[in-house]
């Protein structure tokens, strides 16, 4: 491993003092003189048609300021991609349960509340369609039936209520599954997930004098939010301003815009800064959470425990619109294994729900419990152990990867290595106990990434990037900063940042922000180095060549003494040919840099009831270089327990009649608290990448992908049943036990129709 | 409408005017753990709250041989948990108290506030019902006692009139040779409301091996808590057998009347009725004949978590 002076170390957070003290700034912390306070109607139907809406009572309240609906709005739809399927606020119809209808502003929150309930919204009932499967079958009711008018609708298989459909191939998929020894199919479902974030969705939005729109946002995304913003209130994007606050948690769910064309709009009829806050009812039932998804998975193998052949097909409920990657999960239909043969496809269909949105890489984490489990399932049939026949499969240095990357070198197997000397592997444990494990992939994530750095005249540096501190993430950035310039960490500031004042960046989402912004960071910083190098060798009058750049000194590597600092430097400049010296750097897109993670689980299984207990949980994951050890392990501790999460309690239940969210709270949808859980094991592996900053990889999302296939696997191993369906409820494992079935409703019937309209031999 | 009036009661007979003043648009606060969020739900939207919370005489605990155990109203749930009288010879309710929501909630709320929620799954409830608890209520006319069994209607129901307050709790002081406890299923160790809850009193004969008394209380798995009285009468008189204690866990199966919600199927609860009851009897038949388990060991039994 390089040495370094400040990677690799446990630094203090760039950020610790206003989190711990309780000032940093959210949000809802913004106070603005005469600020009004937005609550917003959702709809009571699943599926209607609006037939009117009277606000004139809830207009006449006093208090109230203005009262808006979607026919206040400018006619234009809006998508989260390509596809323009939704209003910003219903105008003739509802597609869900809490669909925005209307909005108040008011003097304070109560009056607000207090007018909505003074709207009469009158709706004409249509019939819902809620199950996925039903909404794929010929004569569903029609979620969207003007859907091939919508603006970027370019879907090639007509049916129903499928808005996308995403597939990759490669090789003869059913010669291979004829010649294959030995064919399994199986099918797997995983659950609705809300992303949990503690902070809700809140903004302020204000009317300038000038007329232009300033937004404090709770966001991931700001530059995505101000581009949707300025389509749906369809203004110029440069009259649009966002100052992404403090974020408490987004996991996916705060990348794209979500309510702030609310208070935006009532500001503009106001000219007074308006406020909203989200209850956390409002949260589950407006904000896109993730659907259940069903994986059906088919694998060739042949006797000596190759693998030949897989198909994988994904069926994807993305609720009433088409949110963020509804079905990226079947790209990762292979999991971590070499397989020639592959037809991997995804559906998304629509349903009379709250749309569907990102959540911690969105659709991989199913994908990764129905490929993780079925890899189980063969090995075991094949009287295999499960972790050597993922070592016989596993994908290596120089294989042809599921987008058609070369496979450069990475950690894979020195994980799988780690934790099974951790675990003791293969292990023999008590009745009723049980050890699983779970391979998990995932990328590096790349994406549009800028960064400027200034070196100012008492030798600090500013670090200016457009993309919001997730998870430390700013801390990480002044690290790389620090590292590349040789200077201190408390030497770097990292500035306060808004769509005006930064460079254009991708959000802070799918594990990107320390390997591509911190490669914007690195290159900002060698671009600034350079300069300094240039100027000092112009003063010192010395070859650039001849010159360091450590401990915020350039020097003569001859003759150190012979030295200027960066702050003398910094002053030189400010009258030298070149000018002040700052660094910048732009890139798009980074090379492929695959991410690998070892879990495992072990867990006691309660035959009476069925209630599991988690009793360890160990990871170890190919980090490349860790920036910083301590945030590493913070990010897989956190993402682990997310995935512990999904993996037993958490739940989010809709009505199978009108698709209403029927847990919409902490109390009824269970997430894992600190003292519940068991001490967890993380393991670093660093084999660096090729083009990451520093040789680091991404982090984030691969911690929470293997837990409920490693507990799955636990459960089989300590009282030989498996469940299909997520969560591992006592009810579901008490259920099997007992044999009365668990089993995953048979996609086959669905599947035929699906391969008949793609053209394919049924 | 969205606003209230908040009143502090400075005493009994002012919360008892208080309440007789605003009628049915009043509710009780104690603890207030339940109010904001059910007001906020919009259950519960009254024109006046009454604080009790400031009358220090009604959160006193007292045990005694000859009277038994009385509980204030307003004693905190924490304060039952933590009761060494309590942890000694009533183990069920120490152990319902320890399974309640978490720390900060139980520092808040009040054992009378779980009685007057009537929440069937309310978690010192199943407890109080299996060591016979007798309610004291004050109202306009005066003070009434009425047993625990009577006193819970329905889901939020309760025999409370217009006007009365629930001030103390009296449970009769445990024959020797009795040991409880109360086992709670919910996947979440703490801040969770349970899927099932059970609770098993066991009081042996001198002989050591002949059921003397056996109550048996279950929670969430019908409109009440209630005593699964055939489940008992199985049990008193006879040597408590593994067979036995099994046909009495399924009596007790049999008397649940449970509902699908998204804690789980009524199948599934009916299923943890018989665990729980079978669990519950062994361990209070091994505290009655002398087995000590400390209060950790309790708690870990009693709360069946996931993690």
């Known amino acids: 491993m390089a040495t370094f002076k400040v990677l690799e170390q446990n630094n203090p957070r760039v950020d610790a003092w206003e989190k711990v003290t309780g000032r940093a700034t959210y949000a809802g912390d913004v106070y603005l003189p005469g600020m009004l306070m937005c609550k917003t109607l959702g709809s009571s139907r699943s599926h209607a048609r609006i037939v009117s809406i009277d606000t004139s009572r809830a207009q006449a309240l006093p208090g109230v300021r203005a009262v808006i609906t979607g026919v206040d709005f400018p006619e234009i739809r809006f998508g989260s991609g390509a596809l323009k399927d939704r209003y910003i606020m219903a105008r003739d119809k509802v597609y869900y349960i809490g669909e925005p209808v209307a909005a108040v502003a008011a003097e304070d929150e109560i009056t607000a509340e207090e007018a909505l309930a003074l709207i ?109 913003l300025a389509s749906v209130l369809d203004m110029p994007l440069s009259n649009i301003k966002v100052i992404p606050m403090e974020l408490g948690g987004g996991f996916g769910a705060k990348l794209r815009l979500a309510f702030e064309a609310f208070p935006s709009l009532l500001s503009m009829k106001t000219g007074s800064p308006v406020k909203l806050i989200n209850n956390r009812e409002e949260v589950f039932t407006q904000n896109g959470p993730r659907h259940p998804v069903t994986n059906y998975l088919k694998t060739g193998v042949n006797k000596d425990g190759t693998i030949v052949s897989r198909e994988a097909y994904t069926i994807f409920d993305v609720g009433a619109y088409l949110g963020a990657g509804p079905n990226s999960g079947i790209g990762h239909g292979l999991g971590a294994y070499d397989i020639p043969n592959f037809r991997l496809r995804s559906y998304a269909a629509y349903t009379n729900k709250v749309y569907v949105g990102s959540y911690r890489a969105s659709g991989v984490a199913d994908m990764t419990f129905a490929v993780e489990s079925h890899m189980d399932m063969i090995a075991h049939n094949l009287g295999m152990d499960p972790l050597d026949f993922r070592l016989k499969n596993a994908i290596k240095e120089g294989d042809t990867a599921v987008n058609g990357s070369r496979v450069p070198r990475n950690g894979l197997f020195e994980c799988l290595a780690a934790v099974k000397e951790r675990l003791g592997l293969p292990r023999e444990l008590p009745e009723g106990h049980g050890v699983g494990i779970a391979l998990c992939e995932w990328r590096s994530g790349t994406g549009p990434s800028t960064a400027s750095i200034s070196v100012n005249e008492d030798g600090t540096v500013s670090l200016l990037t457009g993309s919001v501190d997730i998870s430390g993430s700013d801390t990480s950035l002044a690290s790389i900063a620090a590292e590349s310039l040789g200077i201190a960490m408390d030497q770097v500031i990292v500035a306060r940042r808004d769509t005006d004042l930064a460079p254009f960046t991708g959000p802070s989402g799918g594990s990107r922000i320390v390997y591509s912004q911190g490669k914007a960071v690195e290159l900002a910083a060698e671009d600034a180095r350079n300069k300094l190098l240039a100027l000092a060798a112009d003063r010192l009058g010395v070859p650039q060549d001849a010159l360091a750049c450590a401990d915020g000194s350039v020097y003569v590597q001859d003759n150190p003494p012979q030295s200027l600092t960066l702050g003398q430097l910094a002053a030189m400049s400010v009258t030298s040919r070149s000018g002040p010296i700052v660094g910048n750097a732009s890139l798009s897109t980074l090379p492929y840099a695959p991410v690998f993670s070892a879990q495992a689980a072990e867990v006691q299984v309660d035959r009476d009831t069925g209630q599991v207990k988690l009793t360890r949980y160990v990871q170890c994951q190919d980090v490349g270089v860790a920036i910083n050890p301590m945030a590493v392990e913070g990010q897989l501790e956190g993402g682990a327990v997310q995935g512990i999460g999904r993996a037993l ?46 040789g680091a990889r991404a982090v984030a999302e691969p911690p929470g992908f293997g837990p409920p296939a490693a507990i799955a696997n636990a459960i089989y191993d300590a009282v030989g049943v498996r469940i299909r369906e997520l969560p591992l409820s006592g009810e579901r494992v008490l259920a099997a036990l007992r044999g009365e079935g668990n089993d995953v409703a048979y996609i086959g019937d669905e599947l035929q129709e699906l391969k008949r309209a793609e053209g394919l031999a049924v | 409408m969205l606003r209230f009036d908040f009143l502090e009661a400075r005493n009994l007979r002012h919360a008892i005017a208080l309440l007789q003043r605003h009628g049915n648009d009043s509710r009780v606060v104690a ?118 069994t009577e006193f819970f209607l329905g889901p939020g129901r309760t025999a409370l009139e217009q006007g009365e307050v629930l001030t103390q709790l009296t449970l009769p002081a445990p024959m020797p040779r009795t040991g409880s406890l109360y086992i709670k299923h ?77 804690r789980g199927s009524a199948g599934y609860r009916r299923a943890m009725v018989e665990a729980l009851t079978t669990r519950t009897l062994q361990h209070a038949l091994q505290m009655a004949s002398g087995r000590a388990v400390t209060f950790e060991e309790q708690r870990r039994l009693a709360v069946q978590t996931a993690f």
């Not at chain 1, 199919?185 to 204000?206: H, K, W, Y």
């Not at chain 2, 009761?83 to 069920?92: D, L, P």
């Not at chain 2, 209520?137 to 625990?148: C, F």
Request: proline share 7%.
């Open chain 2, 186 to 262: 919910s996947p979440r160790g703490a801040m969770d409301i349970a899927t099932v809850g059970v609770a098993s009193v066991v009081t042996l004969e001198e002989d050591g091996r002949t059921c003397r008394d056996a109550r048996i209380a279950l929670g969430a798995v019908g409109p009440t808590p209630f005593r699964a009285t055939e489940a008992e009468n199985l049990l008193r008189g006879r040597t408590l057998t593994p067979g036995l204690l099994g046909q009495a866990a399924q009596a007790a199966e049999a008397a649940a009347k449970p509902i699908d919600d998204v």
């Open chain 2, 31 to 148: 603890g207030s753990t339940d109010f904001l969020v059910r007001w906020r739900q919009g259950f519960w939207r009254p024109a006046a709250v009454v604080n009790l919370k400031g009358i220090a005489s009604l959160g006193r605990i007292s045990f005694s041989p000859r009277n038994g155990l009385r509980l204030g109203a307003l004693a905190t749930v924490q304060s039952v948990e933590s009761n060494a009288h309590i942890r000694r010879r009533y183990q069920a309710l120490a152990t319902g108290a320890t399974s309640f929501a978490g720390v900060q909630v139980r520092n808040l709320a009040t054992i009378g506030g779980n009685v007057c929620n009537a929440s069937p799954a309310g978690d010192t409830l199943p407890a109080l019902l299996a060591f016979d608890a007798q309610c004291t209520i004050a109202g306009p006319q005066g003070t009434r006692t009425l047993p625990l």
């Open chain 1, 649 to 694: 309690t958490e739940d989010m239940q809709f009505d199978p009649e009108t698709g209403a969210v029927r847990n919409p709270s902490f109390a009824s949808y269970l997430m894992p608290l600190a003292l519940d859980l068991p001490e967890l094991e993380t393991l670093l592996v660093r084999v660096p990448s090729e083009d990451g900053p520093f």
């Open chain 1, 120 to 228: 009469d919204v009158q709706y004409e009932d249509l019939e819902p369609v809620v199950d996925p499967l039903t909404a794929l079958r010929a004569g569903s009711p029609s979620v969207h039936p003007d859907l091939e008018s919508y603006e970027g609708y370019g879907f090639t298989i007509e049916g129903g209520n499928i808005c996308t459909l995403l597939d990759a191939d490669r090789g003869d998929v059913e010669q291979a599954f004829q010649d294959a020894d030995h064919v399994f199919e199986d099918t797997f479902r995983s659950q609705g997930i809300n992303q949990g974030f503690l902070e809700p969705m809140a903004c302020v939005a204000n009317v300038e004098a000038n007329g232009r729109l300033t937004v404090w946002a709770s966001t991931q995304g700001p530059y995505q939010v101000r581009a949707q």
